[in-house]
């Protein structure tokens, strides 16, 4: 195994098959053997195909022995979340309902992925359709964080962040419904990206909560995940929510935009239930903007702070009632063998194939949706949501970005929080209404606690501000070093 080629980012990557230093064979090769080196040890795969792989790196090579390189990622392996389809492979969503389903075609963004010469890597663990912050929800286990090995990686995104921080892969996809790409990021020191809704098609993608997921990058520094994020990036008509305008070229774009920067630190989010270490790190990461020149003003999200989980928990759960339907033991996915009528084979095969989280998300979301309580439930979220996302644009008037913890403490152990659900929902309480508004976010590493575990610092932009998200986030990384720390697991061999 090529220990310093599986440490080295996309950047570094892609120059050294440039240079004719390394073939992308020899470098799927090293990928293959950390992955089977660490694997045991943190369950961040499902699956991977290594004839597969190895067969995509072979003509990778050879296209560009005959000079037709199909773009920088040519030849390069990217981590898939075991929630979106790639053709050929297991569709399982870390579920029993899907355990034996394999996808027929490929998501718009693999699709993208293949056309840029990039390989699909592997098959990534997650909570059960994407509903959860810890991957303790998954019905393949749980996925464990590199940097300490008794902790969670998060989630729902965990075997992406943890692939990437563990040298498996340079990067991953993940999707972010409520901060499943941004919390594991945060948990696992790398850099994870929310774009702005309707930016990255969702063909392809399992559905959990529709108005709310996107996918996105996870990486290890920024420049990684404006490179990444561009080549996923774009209209696709087969997504009605997909926006009909061309993706910006984030990578020149970043680099284009100079500080100093203003930024607003919502008030609500720096008092009772943030862990000191966590407020210490972030506000470190503050003050360094202001010593750059940079503008720092108070801002207040009042609703958003006070109401963002309630409204997330019904919408995310009304549409995870209605997406989860199609599940019913008939078309695909789990069969029971023990019905004894058409209702009977609904009621076992859902039963059955669904985990505890995923049954009490439907049961919930079912609920907000039924007669009588549609108006006092979901109608209201929905209204709530607006004042939400007013909340974030009137707190964004005039300024590059917010500044936030991406959350409120630093990676959990498992079953920590697993007997009460609510504290693990309030583990996502800074993240949730970045997406009930449809607004970018970035996570990037700002430090670590006295244990050695990350802190993400959070920066929410404007709907299409992902580039000035970037520079804000780059301005930052070019000053540190936190981005360029491997952890415990990472650096053993």
């Not at 972010?176 to 790398?190: E, H, K, M, V, Y």
């Amino acid at each position: 195994m090529d220990t310093a080629l599986i440490h080295q980012p996309l950047s570094a990557l892609t120059g050294l098959l440039a240079e004719r230093r390394v073939s992308s064979v020899e470098m799927m090769a090293a990928f293959i053997a950390r992955t089977k080196a660490v694997e045991p040890r943190l369950h961040a795969f499902n699956s991977f195909d290594e004839p597969a792989a190895l067969a995509a790196a072979r003509a990778s090579d050879e296209r560009r022995t005959l000079g037709r390189i199909l773009g920088p990622l040519d030849g390069i392996p990217i981590g898939i979340k075991d929630a979106i389809a790639v053709a050929g492979a297991p569709l399982t969503c870390s579920s029993k309902m899907l355990a034996n389903f394999v996808s027929p075609y490929d998501a718009t963004v693999i699709e993208r992925l293949r056309a840029g010469g990039a390989i699909p890597w592997g098959r990534l663990n997650l909570d059960e359709f994407a509903m959860g912050s810890s991957t303790e929800n998954s019905a393949n286990g749980v996925t464990l964080n590199p940097w300490d090995l008794t902790r969670v990686a998060g989630g729902s995104s965990g075997g992406s962040a943890a692939a990437v921080a563990a040298s498996q892969a340079p990067a991953a996809l993940g999707s972010d419904t409520g901060g499943s790409i941004r919390q594991p990021a945060a948990f696992c020191g790398l850099v994870g990206v929310k774009p702005t809704y309707g930016t990255v098609s969702r063909y392809g993608l399992a559905a959990f909560a529709s108005s709310l997921d996107q996918i996105g990058p996870l990486t290890r520094n920024v420049d990684d995940a404006a490179l990444l994020l561009g080549v996923i990036a774009g209209h696709d008509p087969r997504d009605s929510t997909s926006l009909a305008r061309p993706a910006p070229d984030f990578p020149v774009e970043m680099v284009a935009r100079r500080g100093p920067w203003k930024l607003g630190v919502p008030a609500e989010y720096f008092r009772e239930g943030l862990d000191p270490a966590v407020a210490a790190a972030v506000r470190k990461a503050i003050d360094f903007y202001s010593a750059q020149g940079g503008e720092i003003r108070e801002v207040s999200l009042p609703v958003a702070a006070e109401y963002a989980i309630a409204a997330y928990y019904i919408i995310a759960t009304a549409e995870c009632s209605s997406n989860l339907a199609r599940y019913d033991g008939i078309r695909y996915g789990h069969r029971t063998q023990n019905a004894t009528d058409a209702i009977d084979l609904y009621a076992r095969s859902r039963a059955e194939g669904f985990g505890d989280e995923v049954k009490r998300r439907i049961l919930l979301g079912t609920y907000v949706l039924s007669s009588g309580y549609y108006d006092a439930y979901y109608l209201r979220a929905q209204k709530l949501r607006t004042l939400i996302r007013q909340d974030y644009l009137r707190a964004l008037d005039g300024l590059d970005a917010l500044v936030t913890p991406t959350t409120p403490t630093p990676a959990f152990r498992p079953g920590e929080k697993t007997a009460d659900p609510l504290s693990m929902y309030l583990a996502d309480i800074f993240t949730v209404g970045v997406n009930l508004a449809g607004l970018p976010a970035v996570s990037l590493p700002c430090g670590f606690t006295a244990a050695g575990l990350p802190v993400g610092l959070q920066l929410i932009g404007r709907h299409f501000e992902e580039p000035r998200l970037f520079a804000v986030a780059r301005s930052y990384e070019q000053a540190h070093a936190w981005h360029k720390m491997r952890p415990t697991v990472a650096s053993s061999e």
